[in-house]
């Protein structure tokens, strides 16, 4: 499944190397919706209020606001917070595992469209999980959207990550769940596997670890 010409591989986070339920996040914020209005953001698609949170364009605290005025949301920006963070599960044990041993044979990568809000909780999660202060020791370099202002599926963001580290297209694997992220990547010249469920990365490197 994985190329023999494989040096590098970038990883999406949600829903490959995390669990994620966009529907709790949804559940949550409607609850304290004063109108139980639903949010705009699921795996596809998302509103521009998302998008600027996942690019950096407006702060936590504007995101918060925004919440509350665009969905009539009554909450603490603590609630908020734990309302935004809910979509996020657990990190099984074995995936952490895998990419230690990973990380003794490629150039390892996380790419992920996220933001400040959630950097903290799933950081707080393999803090309590594995006492890892945070996710990047486990990477050569992580990319997280908010910080670097851009997100996928745009082009920029392949061809910064490719760029920056010197990577060869063709010796280089990108994995993620999210269709439309893989078709931009292999648009790049990457290479792809696109991570649908029920398959984990433990399935599709089992024979190379």
Not at 183 to 188: F, T
């Amino acid at each position: 499944m994985v190329p023999a010409s494989i040096q590098n591989i970038i990883f999406d986070l949600g829903g490959v190397i995390i669990n994620i339920d966009y529907q709790k996040s949804i559940d949550t914020f409607k609850k304290l919706s004063k109108e139980n209005q639903t949010i705009e953001f699921n795996q596809k698609a998302q509103s521009k209020l998302f998008d600027d949170l996942e690019t950096g364009r407006i702060s936590e605290e504007e995101f918060r606001d925004q919440v509350r005025e665009c969905y009539q949301v009554e909450g603490t920006d603590e609630q908020i917070d734990a309302a935004w963070n809910a979509m996020l599960l657990d990190i099984p044990a074995e995936r952490i595992e895998l990419l230690r041993k990973l990380k003794k044979k490629y150039k390892l990568f996380l790419l992920s469209n996220t933001n400040a809000i959630h950097l903290i909780g799933f950081n707080k999660i393999v803090e309590d999980s594995f006492g890892i202060p945070s996710l990047d020791s486990l990477f050569d370099k992580t990319y997280y959207s908010h910080l670097v202002g851009q997100r996928k599926p745009d082009a920029v963001i392949f061809e910064q990550v490719l760029a920056e580290n010197g990577l060869k297209r063709e010796e280089t694997l990108f994995i993620d769940d999210s269709i439309q992220h893989i078709e931009s990547a292999e648009k790049c010249g990457i290479q792809t596997l696109h991570l649908a469920p029920p398959l984990t990365i433990n399935q599709v490197f089992k024979d190379v670890v």
